[in-house]
């Protein structure tokens, strides 16, 4: 079966450090995708993961472990506006782009 | 500049009425596809496009329907077969190649009464 796990709500401070974990099951891997989405808008890209290791963009970075089936997206240096919901995709095989999603993990930033 | 638009934003609609989403780009992407989302839960693919004319069921595709006439445009009806029709669609298209990520539209909030 096809199982991707996201922790539901995280909460922390602003100019703080956070993780936010995936683990995934599914038939097939080929890659992994973090989006963020504010409340009744869409989904925007933030990284994509293909190989084991982390991907450095500006405050957020996220790392892969193929063999663990895991995931983390690192936010620095939050900001009151890094309030949103965070999406882990995993991108099967068999020829094509369809994407299975997490539920999401809720991020809230406090002063 | 380029995109993907849906229209209307909000749609409102009594139960038992079909109804009809918009969904164009102007990405020259070959791939669009419909999600579902409710609270809760996660995006959930309802249909997908790869080529224009031919189109494939996601996980949750009963009492929905596509076409796929134009590579542009990517309509989405909900039925009356559709038993809980409110949520919120989102369009989204990608090149259709491996490394690609699928860019999304705003969003319509259906609601049905």
């Known amino acids: 079966g096809q199982n991707i796990d996201q922790p539901t709500e995280m909460t922390a401070t602003e100019g703080a450090i956070v993780q936010i974990n995936c683990t995934y099951q599914?038939?097939?891997?080929?890659?992994l995708f973090w989006y963020q989405q504010h409340a009744g808008e869409a989904p925007t890209f933030l990284s994509y993961?293909?190989?084991?290791g982390l991907e450095e963009k500006g405050r957020f970075s996220s790392f892969l472990s193929r063999s663990k089936g895991y995931s983390y997206l690192l936010l620095k240096e939050l900001q009151m506006k890094d309030s949103a919901s965070y999406l882990c995709?995993?991108?099967?095989?068999?020829?094509?782009?369809?994407?299975?999603f997490g539920t999401g993990t809720r991020l809230q930033v406090f002063p | 500049d380029g995109g993907i638009t849906q229209s209307p934003k909000y749609l409102f609609r009594k139960e038992g009425q079909n109804v009809t989403l918009s969904c164009e780009q102007n990405?020259?992407?070959?791939?669009m596809y419909w999600y579902r989302q409710d609270p809760g839960q996660g995006l959930r693919l309802i249909y997908y496009?790869?080529?224009?004319?031919?189109?494939q069921k996601g996980d949750i595709a009963e009492g929905y329907s596509v076409s796929r006439e134009k590579k542009e445009s990517f309509p989405l009806t909900v039925t009356s077969a559709q038993k809980n029709p409110t949520a919120f669609y989102l369009c989204a298209s990608s090149r259709g190649q491996e490394y690609y990520e699928q860019y999304f539209g705003p969003g319509t909030r259906l609601t049905v009464t």
């Open positions: 993961n293909v190989l084991d």
């Open positions: 995709a995993v991108k099967g095989v068999g020829g094509t782009d369809k994407l299975i």
């Open positions: 496009s790869q080529i224009v004319n031919d189109f």
């Open positions: 599914t038939s097939g891997f080929n890659g």
């Open positions: 990405l020259n992407h070959d791939a």
